[in-house]
């Protein structure tokens, strides 16, 4: 049973970082790719980054700069370093997992911004 579990978000000040991680359960970790999407209140839910198996990143132009996506196949876990935080970050973060038979997501970790 494909399972994926986010930790490390928060309250932080602007300017400031976090890193979320998500492991992911029940599923070969190291042969997928692995995005982090955000949802504000009132907004649709968006990608912010991407790795694919072999660790090439992508990112969304409100992040760049700012964001780095990485991973470790020996802890079934990738992550989110969060620099430069913004009031406009604040969001539930979310990892995704995408495979032939389904989409996964996470149950989301809050992040919010603000002095």
């Known amino acids: 049973q494909v399972q994926l579990v986010e930790s490390g978000g928060g309250l932080v000040q602007p300017g400031g970082s976090l890193r979320l991680s998500c492991v992911g359960f029940?599923?070969?970790?190291?042969?997928?790719?692995m995005s982090w999407y955000r949802q504000a209140p009132g907004n649709e839910r968006e990608l912010v980054a991407r790795?694919?198996?072999?660790?090439?990143?992508d990112y969304a132009d409100s992040v760049k700069g700012r964001f780095t996506i990485s991973r470790d196949n020996a802890k079934n876990t990738v992550y989110l370093q969060m620099n430069n935080l913004a009031p406009e970050d604040t969001a539930v973060y979310y990892c995704y997992l995408r495979k032939p038979s389904s989409d996964y997501w996470g149950q989301g970790t809050q992040v919010t911004v603000s002095s």
């Open positions: 790795i694919t198996s072999t660790g090439s990143a």
């Open positions: 029940g599923f070969t970790f190291s042969r997928y790719a």
